[in-house]
């Protein structure tokens, strides 16, 4: 995640700008509307990838 918000830094991107305080809290949510992590067994994570579905 590091890399991901140190390019949004250098391009200018303003986490205030669509109302997050931090690029960190920005990626976390974009993150959370488009994966959904579930335990699999001990220490184990799968992430699933969430439909998209354009309202219209």
């Avoid at 669509?18 to 992590?37: C, M, P, R, S, V």
């Amino acid at each position: 995640m590091s890399d991901v918000s140190k390019q949004l830094a250098a391009e200018g991107t303003d986490p205030q700008q669509y109302g997050f305080e931090t690029i960190n809290h920005l990626i976390h949510a974009i993150y959370t509307d488009w994966l959904e992590i579930k335990k699999a067994g001990r220490g184990e994570r799968l992430r699933v990838n969430k439909r998209f579905t354009a309202k219209g």
